[in-house]
C-alpha cells in the first residue's frame, strides 16, 4: 500500500448486495441531507438546553452534578443518533476483532488516526462495548470553531489541543482535573500520532525516526508519546482501570476526510482490532511508558501490514511463529432501545424547543441571548460548564 493509498473500490457484487435505500442516501446528496438533518437536530439543543442548564446549574435551581448528567445524557443520545444514521440509513458494517467484553467504567482508548473521521466512526463501537454518555477525545482545537458542532462538542468537555505541548499542558491538566473530581465514568479516546496518517503527516514521522534512531513506519505515524504519558498518570489517580490499545483498518472504501464522506465515499465495513490491557499491567515510570507505547505501535504497523496485504486483521499464533490466522471476531449486538430510541429524543428536543421559539416572544428572545452568550463564551463553553460545577461544588475543588 502506497501512503496515498485511497483506498479499494467496492466490488459490483458488493453494490449489487446493498439495498435500493442504502444505495440512494451513499450518494452524495444524500449523505448531505443526512449531515444537514444532525446540524438541525443540534441547532436547538446547543441555542436553549446548554445554556439553560449551565444557568439552572449556576442559580444551583439544580444541582451541578445532574446539571452534568443531563449534559452527558443529551450528547450521548445524539451520539446514539449519529450509530444510527451510519449502520442503518447509510449501511456501514463495524467489525470488532479480539477483546470482546465490556469497556471498563473508566478508561482510556489509544487508536491509530488513518482519516479525520475515525473519532466518529469509533462510536458504533462505544455503543456495543461501552457507553456514548461517557464518550469523550482529545481533539483538535480548531474543533471549537464549527458552527453549532463546536458548541456541542464543548458541552461534551472534550480535551482541545493545538499539538504545542507548551499550550496544551494547561488544558490538559483543567481537563483532567475535572474528570476526578466529577468521579463519574469515562472512556477517552486519544489518538497519540497527533494527526491523520497522510503524505505530509508520514513526511514527519520518517523525519523523526531518522532524528530518533527509529524504524520507518508505512501503515502507520511514529506516536508522541508525551500526551499519552500525562493522561495515564494523571487519570491513575481517579481510578483508571484500563487502557485498550485499538488498530483500526478500512477494507474497501477509505474516506480521509470530511469532503470525501460528504460526497459518497462511504466504506462498506471498518474493522476494529481491540486488546485490552488492565492499568496494573502498565509500568509506573514515565520514560517504560513511553517505551510500552512505542512497543504497541510497533505491532501496530505489523498489524496493518497484514491487514492491506489480505483486507482483515490476522494475528500471530504463537510466539515465533510466523503463520497468521484470523482472530476471533467478535459479535455484539447494539443496545436497539438506545439505538432507535436516540432519533426520536433528538427530533423530539428539537422540534419542542423550536417550537417554543417559533409561538413565544420570550422563547425567540431568550434564545437571542443565549446566542450571544454562546458566541461571547465561543471558545470557553466546555469551562463555563466547569466554572458552574466548581462554584457550586466546594468540595470538587480541593
Request: net charge positive; proline share 4%.
Amino acid at each position: 500500500m502506497s501512503v496515498d493509498h485511497e483506498g479499494f473500490a467496492l466490488s459490483e457484487q458488493e453494490v449489487r448486495n446493498m439495498s435500493f435505500f442504502h444505495r440512494l442516501t451513499r450518494r452524495g446528496i444524500g449523505v448531505k441531507v443526512l449531515f444537514l438533518y444532525t446540524l438541525l437536530t443540534l441547532m436547538f439543543p446547543v441555542i436553549y438546553l446548554g445554556p439553560t442548564a449551565v444557568l439552572l446549574g449556576y442559580l444551583y435551581i439544580v444541582k451541578p452534578r445532574n446539571v452534568q448528567q443531563f449534559i452527558e445524557y443529551g450528547c450521548g443520545q445524539w451520539l446514539n443518533q449519529m450509530v444510527y444514521i451510519l449502520e442503518y440509513l447509510l449501511g456501514m458494517r463495524v467489525r470488532t476483532f479480539g477483546f470482546d467484553g465490556k469497556f471498563k467504567r473508566k478508561c482510556l482508548f489509544i487508536m491509530n488516526h488513518r482519516t479525520h473521521l475515525d473519532w466518529m466512526f469509533f462510536w458504533a463501537v462505544v455503543e456495543r462495548q461501552g457507553d456514548l454518555s461517557s464518550w469523550k477525545a482529545v481533539i483538535k482545537n480548531d474543533m471549537k470553531k464549527y458552527p453549532l458542532i463546536g458548541g456541542a462538542v464543548q458541552y461534551m468537555n472534550n480535551i482541545f489541543v493545538s499539538r504545542k505541548w507548551e499550550n496544551d499542558v494547561h488544558e490538559l491538566e483543567q481537563k483532567l482535573k475535572f474528570y476526578n473530581s466529577v468521579n463519574g465514568p469515562l472512556q477517552l479516546l486519544l489518538f497519540p500520532e497527533g494527526t491523520d496518517f497522510n503524505a505530509k503527516s508520514k513526511g514527519r514521522s520518517v523525519e523523526y525516526a531518522d532524528k530518533n534512531g527509529l524504524p520507518h513506519y508505512e501503515y502507520c505515524l511514529h506516536p508522541r508519546s508525551t500526551g499519552f504519558v500525562h493522561l495515564v498518570q494523571s487519570l491513575r489517580k481517579g481510578g483508571l482501570e484500563a487502557v485498550y490499545d485499538i488498530t483500526i483498518g478500512f477494507p474497501d472504501a477509505l474516506p480521509k476526510t470530511e469532503v470525501h464522506f460528504l460526497n459518497g465515499v462511504i466504506p462498506s465495513e471498518i474493522h476494529y482490532y481491540i486488546k485490552e490491557y488492565i492499568i496494573d499491567s502498565l509500568p509506573s515510570e514515565d520514560e517504560a511508558l513511553v517505551s510500552w507505547c512505542a512497543q504497541r505501535w510497533a505491532e501496530k504497523e505489523d498489524r496493518l501490514k497484514q491487514f492491506y496485504q489480505n483486507r482483515e486483521f490476522s494475528e500471530m499464533s504463537g510466539s515465533g511463529d510466523k503463520q497468521a490466522r484470523r482472530p476471533h471476531e467478535v459479535v455484539v449486538h447494539h443496545n436497539m432501545f438506545k439505538v432507535f430510541f436516540a432519533p426520536l429524543f433528538c427530533i423530539g428536543i428539537a422540534v419542542s424547543t423550536g417550537y417554543l421559539a417559533y409561538t413565544y416572544n420570550y422563547a425567540f428572545y431568550y434564545g437571542i441571548l443565549t446566542i450571544a452568550w454562546s458566541i461571547y463564551h465561543r471558545e470557553g463553553l466546555d469551562y463555563a460548564t466547569m466554572d458552574m460545577y466548581y462554584k457550586r461544588n466546594f468540595a470538587a475543588i480541593v
